[in-house]
């Protein structure tokens, strides 16, 4: 850690209020730049601290950066790692209000169950199956704090992960029986594939980026609870959208699920 506890602190509300006010801030490595990872999930954990004192709950947790296609878009090579809150889930086929984000992108996501909890380190791909309940689409609308939706690793680790807003399809389906690594995903915006993958397109099995969080985790004397529900990561590279935009996601075996931006 290199920063301090109140530099930490008056981080976290400038991103919040970015958040809640959507709009767009400088990355904070500009006047920082010898923060460390430490500092930089300091201050992601004191937004959630802020939140949670304000009564939001927390409803999931995601991976981000794990496939070759978003760390090539972002310019970066090592997973991260975020939480979700309530106010960020959409019913599936419901709407986004786009005023209240800054410049949102989508990504279609194969989103895991949990039914035991998940310890590092040492977790691996065949734990995280064992302790996997099902699994369904979701579409992960992330919207980038920082300008032009440009940041290094530490920015935007601290800004969350650009976590934003998400919306799970509605059909779950058991592990047994499905090779993830296989399945294949086509998102659609206003009915046309703009982007198009499949499941091990995610390091190499969507299951290795639960395993990876739990192992982070882990590192933290922390572990992924039994029921957490749990975004693996963009499968490609994520999509701009603007009002009026429908985006539908469909994955093999998994069903589909969307959302409209109004
Ligand atoms: C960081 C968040 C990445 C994913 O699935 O890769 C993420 C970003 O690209 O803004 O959620
Ligand atoms: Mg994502």
């Not at 794990?66 to 939480?83: A, D, H, L």
């Not at 699994?135 to 601290?158: Q, T």
Request: aromatic share 6%.
């Amino acid at each position: 850690m290199t920063l301090s506890q109140q530099t930490i602190e008056q981080l976290a509300e400038y991103l919040e209020n970015a958040e809640l006010q959507a709009h767009e801030v400088v990355k904070i490595t500009e006047a920082h730049p010898d923060m460390d990872w430490d500092d930089a999930y300091a201050i992601q954990a004191e937004i959630l601290r802020r939140k949670l004192a304000r009564g939001k709950r927390v409803v999931g947790l995601k991976a981000g950066l794990t496939s070759r296609g978003k760390m090539k878009q972002m310019g970066v090579e090592t997973p991260v790692f975020g939480w979700l809150v309530d106010y960020f889930s959409v019913p599936d086929g419901g709407e986004i209000e786009t005023a209240r984000l800054i410049h949102p992108k989508v990504e279609p996501e194969i989103v895991f169950v949990t039914k035991r909890a998940l310890k590092g380190p040492g977790c691996h791909i065949g734990a995280v199956l064992a302790a996997t309940d099902f699994v369904m689409p979701g579409i992960e609308i992330i919207d980038s704090r920082y300008k032009d939706f440009k940041f290094d690793l530490k920015s935007v680790i601290a800004d969350n992960c650009s976590s934003s807003r998400f919306v799970l399809g509605g059909q779950a389906a058991p592990v047994a029986g499905l090779d993830l690594r296989t399945l294949g995903v086509v998102l659609e915006k206003n009915g046309e594939p703009v982007a198009i993958g499949a499941g091990a397109a995610v390091l190499g099995h969507p299951a290795a980026a639960i395993a990876a969080l739990a192992n982070h985790l882990g590192a933290r004397g922390e572990e992924i609870p039994a029921g957490t529900m749990i975004l693996s990561g963009g499968v490609t590279e994520a999509v701009s959208v603007a009002a009026g935009d429908n985006v539908s996601l469909r994955i093999q075996s998994l069903g589909s699920v969307s959302t409209r931006f109004v």
